[in-house]
């Protein structure tokens, strides 16, 4: 079984950066799909980026994400950050972390992921 912890959310004001981390453990590949996600209030959750842990290559749900979000991993791939430039508004919610099996390559859709964090808060306001 998989375990994930997210951590590094907060209160922040529009245009401020944040990261978030992600901590996986237990029975975890050292080959597989790390993804973040997001879920605004009265939204369904979406993908953002997907982290292969095996080789560190990056994938991204669009190229707005792209240039918002970096998703990167420590050396070791147990914990893979999410790192957030210009927060908006909008850009508020909670953020999850999941990890799946790795294919041909990582997937930013939900039904691509087993286990899943219990996500942390990201309040963008004045």
């Known amino acids: 079984q998989v375990q994930l912890r997210e951590s590094g959310g907060g209160s922040v004001r529009p245009g401020e950066s944040l990261r978030l981390s992600c901590i996986v453990s237990g029975d975890h590949s050292r080959n597989s799909c790390v993804g973040w996600f997001r879920q605004a209030p009265g939204k369904e959750r979406e993908g953002i980026a997907a982290?292969?842990?095996?080789?560190?290559?990056?994938?991204y749900a669009d190229s707005d994400k792209a240039r918002q979000f970096d998703i990167s991993q420590d050396h070791a791939g147990n914990t893979v950050y999410l790192q957030i430039e210009g927060l908006q508004a909008e850009d508020s919610g909670i953020y999850y972390c999941?990890?799946?099996?790795?294919?041909?390559?990582?997937?930013?859709?939900?039904?691509?992921?087993?286990?899943w964090g219990q996500g942390t808060q990201v309040t963008v306001s004045t």
């Open positions: 982290v292969f842990t095996g080789t560190g290559r990056s994938y």
């Open positions: 999941a990890a799946g099996p790795s294919g041909n390559a990582c997937y930013t859709g939900e039904y691509a992921y087993r286990s």
